[in-house]
T-cell receptor
Framework: SAVISQKPSRDICQRGTSLTIQCQVD?????MFWYRQQPGQSLTLIATANQGSEATYESGFVIDKFPISRPNLTFSTLTVSNMSPEDSSIYLCSATPQGIGGYTFGSGTRLTVV | KQEVTQIPAALSVPEGENLVLNCSFTDSAIYNLQWFRQDPGKGLTSLLLIQSSQREQTSGRLNASLDKSSGRSTLYIAASQPGDSATYLCAVRIPGNGNKLVFGAGTILRVKS
């Protein structure tokens, strides 16, 4: 299965600033996703990162707040913009190859906004 | 709408016990079911993937079963160890809907030495 490198692993940021999280997959994958996990909660899907086109966002998430890029099949970024303390969460990227295989997750980015 | 439920929400056992974690889903139309482990503040590690046509998968001390018709899966951990302490999540991959995963809320496992 694919291996995903995600960075940074953690960060403490000032409110009003932005943070960009990167994910690099070691093989070509069809689909990449971004999730948020708020403290004590399960995972919530933010968006599907589409190669070469705009991401597909889930209800409650908007591009202005969470811009996503996917320039090729192995790399994606998520930016958390104009951060507030409510954005403090773990952010995870995930990928799956073509077909009905399993999903692989990155190691997560633990974000604290102060 | 597919919903995934995990029972129990938390479990504390002494080292060496065999234990079972339960996962149920409301719609049997799934591609597969995957069990993950998550350590505090970390990402998800895939433990076992069961395709919809399979009944079980095994990896070391872990065994996962799938009964698609009844909407149930169990994760069996043999001879538990303190290093097994983590949150265990099950997720189903559903057709259509952009190939998304639907997650349960997880079971927090603590194995006491």
């Amino acid at each position: 299965s694919a291996v995903i490198s995600q960075k940074p692993s953690r960060d403490i940021c000032q409110r009003g600033t932005s943070l960009t999280i990167q994910c690099q997959v070691d093989s070509q994958v069809t689909m990449m996703f971004w999730y948020r996990q708020q403290p004590g909660q399960s995972l919530t899907l933010i968006a599907t990162a589409n190669q070469g086109s705009e991401a597909t966002y889930e209800s409650g998430f908007v591009i202005d707040k969470f811009p996503i890029s996917r320039p090729n099949l192995t790399f994606s970024t998520l930016t958390v913009s104009n951060m507030s303390p409510e954005d403090s969460s773990i952010y995870l990227c995930s990928a799956t190859p073509q077909g009905i295989g399993g999903y692989t997750f990155g190691s997560g980015t633990r974000l604290t906004v102060v | 709408k597919q919903e995934v439920t995990q029972i129990p929400a938390a479990l504390s056992v002494p080292e060496g016990e065999n234990l079972v974690l339960n996962c149920s889903f409301t719609d049997s139309a799934i591609y597969n079911l995957q069990w993950f482990r998550q350590d505090p503040g970390k990402g998800l590690t895939s433990l076992l993937l069961i395709q919809s046509s399979q009944r079980e998968q095994t990896s070391g001390r872990l065994n996962a079963s799938l009964d698609k018709s009844s909407g149930r899966s169990t994760l069996y951990i043999a001879a538990s160890q303190p290093g097994d302490s983590a949150t265990y999540l099950c997720a189903v991959r559903i057709p259509g809907n952009g190939n998304k995963l639907v997650f349960g809320a997880g079971t927090i496992l603590r194995v006491k030495s």
